[in-house]
């Protein structure tokens, strides 16, 4: 999974998440944790291994399977705590002041792909799942998935979850005021490319006074970034030897010219993706479409709520491909308990443990058994119109290619996100904010 961040706030927002996030969710375990923990304590009685994750609406979908997990082995209860819905800002500095410290981390933990590079550069806050026979899954995901999660010492440190396959969400009620087609496949062929995509999206707030075609400039911004990658060698802002390439990268101008393109011509409903503003807006239909990676899917029916089941569908993404988000779990070496975590890692990571994430959140699965099963491969979604979610997201991803993320990725993300959502929203100048775009993504990448 991956969240939209404010660079502007981030200092504020993870001092508050230090005092927030440490009273809902404090150590990682039901004993006090020292700094580096190594092998597993014995314990009078169950142990409890606590999962931290982040993200918006259904996050990691992990309630049913941990429910199972619960039920069936009594003495190693798992713990599920969703720490907030802000990545970059929020969840990934606390966690990395957490692991510096040696303590406050989960005896599992979430991690989306724009962290993968800073966590797999300090091995020394991680357990060796090798130690606990994990090694032997290599099969069981893409080559690209898996080498994600060694380190540089060469140490397998996390396991996948999730894939980010793209598509389109869009309201059929707001389609269909607007005398647009409502079928998915019909609506598909409306937008072969992004600037079909304007064209459609000029129709429609031509039509319908006071709703947005798109949320904002994050989810935009992104969709179209995942497919402009893969044409600019799967790099975007760090090449391979992790020098910055943000002025360098075409991928990324041609992204952030699209983005200004759709809101100088009114597009956009200027929101901040993850705001309460945001979530109230995709309540009240004041948007129609929204870049949908497979995660989106949770996230838009836990925030629009039973009251817009049916109201929103899935077409393909213009483009045809792409591939946003995707997270993997990884066990702190300050666990008291990283055999029992190991355990529990493998599970949700498991073909059984993914399927049931898929079934609650629509998170795709990395796992090569979970995508050929037919729950997943056949699979239909009943909040958006029994939209055939497997087969799509599946297609998706089997177009897809292996994308490098440098170690300070998160960081830059956010800071050149924050300029695009102030100029779409007016307090940047668009003709000032390609400079400040890139002055920005410097500064923070040190």
Known sequence: MMHNSRRGRMLALAAVATLALGVTAACGSDDEKPAGGGSSAAAAGPVTITLQTFGGGENFAYDDAVKA????????????????????????????QWLESGAGA?????????????????????????????????????????????????????????????AMCYRTDLFKKAGLPTDRDEV????????????????????????????????????????????????QYFDKDNNLILDKNPGIKASFDYVQTLSKAGLTAKLRSWTEEWNTAMQKGQFATMGCPSWMLGTIS??????????????????GSGNWGGSWLMVPAQSKHPKEAAEVLNYLTSKEGQIAAFKEGGN????????Q????????????ND?????????????????????????????????????????IKWDEAWQRFIDEGVKAAG
């Open 106 to 166: 989960g005896d599992i933990i979430g991690m989306d792909e724009g962290g993968m590079g800073l966590m797999g550069a300090r091995p020394q806050y991680f357990a060796d799942l090798g130690q606990y026979g994990l090694d032997s899954r290599k099969a069981d995901f893409p080559e690209y998935k898996w080498n994600t999660g060694i380190n540089k010492d060469g140490k397998l440190f996390a396991i996948g979850t999730d894939i980010g396959g793209m």
């Open 373 to 384: 099963d037919p729950t997943v491969a056949e699979a239909k979604n009943a909040y958006f």
């Open 69 to 96: 997990w619960n039920a069936s082995h009594p003495n190693i209860q798992v713990k599920y705590v969703n720490l907030t819905d802000r990545f970059e800002d929020t969840y990934l500095p606390q966690m990395l």
């Open 188 to 235: 598909s062929k409306l937008w072969p490319d992004w600037n079909s995509y304007l064209e459609v999206g000029k129709k429609l707030t031509s039509a319908l006074k006071g709703v947005a075609f798109v949320d904002g400039a994050n989810t935009v911004y992104n969709s179209v970034l995942s497919q402009e990658t893969g044409k600019n060698g799967n790099v």
């Open 387 to 427: 939209a055939p979610s497997g087969p799509i997201f599946a297609d998706s991803v089997s177009k897809l290619s292996p994308v490098f993320f440098g170690e300070k990725h998160a960081q830059v993300k956010a800071a050149v996100e924050e300029v695009l959502v102030g100029a779409d929203q007016g307090s």
């Open 302 to 319: 836990g925030t629009s709520g039973d009251a817009n089941s049916g109201n929103w569908d899935v077409a393909a993404v213009p483009g």
């Open 364 to 371: 795709f699965p990395s796992n090569i058994q979970a995508q």
